[in-house]
């Protein structure tokens, strides 16, 4: 088991700058991604990913914060943040943090997604 807690969002102006963190704690070990989705808050939006990053850094954006975002993360895979600047009212949302983990039993590879409870972000002026 993974448990994830994610910090530090809040209000921003258009144009300013949050920056998110996530503590994962547990079986840390296991990890193989962390990544950061969003959800915005109008009836039937569904959860995006907003970027990820992986055990090797390797690094995915979505391409509405691309050039905005950062997203890093410490060398043992249990903390992620999200450098996010030059935010948008689009980027609203509640913003979860999200862990990938990858387990073996013979030759069957496993895999589980644990998920922070969520930090909202808005950006409105």
């Known amino acids: 088991q993974v448990q994830l807690v994610e910090s530090g969002g809040g209000l921003a102006h258009p144009g300013g700058s949050l920056r998110l963190s996530c503590a994962a704690s547990?079986?840390?070990?296991?990890?193989?991604?962390l990544a950061w989705y969003r959800q915005r808050q109008a009836p039937g939006e569904q959860r995006e990913v907003v970027?990820?990053?992986?055990?090797?850094?390797?690094?995915n954006y979505a391409y509405s914060v691309k050039d905005r975002f950062t997203i890093s993360r410490d060398n043992a895979m249990t903390a992620v943040y999200l450098q996010m600047d030059d935010l948008k009212p689009e980027d609203t949302a509640v913003y979860y943090c999200?862990?990938?983990?990858?387990?073996?039993?013979?030759?069957?590879?496993?895999?589980?997604?644990?998920w922070g409870q969520g930090t909202l972000v808005s950006v409105s002026s």
């Open positions: 999200q862990a990938v983990t990858e387990t073996h039993k013979g030759w069957t590879r496993y895999t589980n997604d644990y």
């Open positions: 547990g079986r840390t070990g296991i990890i193989k991604t």
């Open positions: 970027a990820s990053i992986s055990m090797s850094g390797t690094t």
